[in-house]
């Protein structure tokens, strides 16, 4: 899964142990982490088209809804 990923220190002993884990030793870095008004910036242009779709299309963006928390008056 790669989740030991996400532990901020690379040398901590958890990234190191195999065995444990899925047999392979973690040396990816942590994804970068956004801030709020990043996200929102992200997903402001993001537009959602319900029901079923008839082809796969290629996807523009990693976000395919927008959260309605970004519609309240503090986000902004």
Known sequence: ?????F??????PYRR???KFNGFEEDKDAPIRLS???LFNRT???NKEFGKMVKRSLV???YSKRSIL???????
């Not at 532990?7 to 901590?12: A, F, G, N, T, V």
């Not at 970004?70 to 902004?76: E, H, M, Q």
């Open 1 to 5: 899964m790669g989740h030991r990923r």
């Open 36 to 38: 709020g008004v990043e």
């Open 60 to 62: 523009d963006s990693l």
């Open 17 to 19: 142990e195999t065995d």
């Open 7 to 12: 532990l901020r220190d690379r040398s901590h």
């Open 70 to 76: 970004f519609n309240l008056p503090y986000w902004k």
């Open 44 to 46: 402001a242009t993001t």
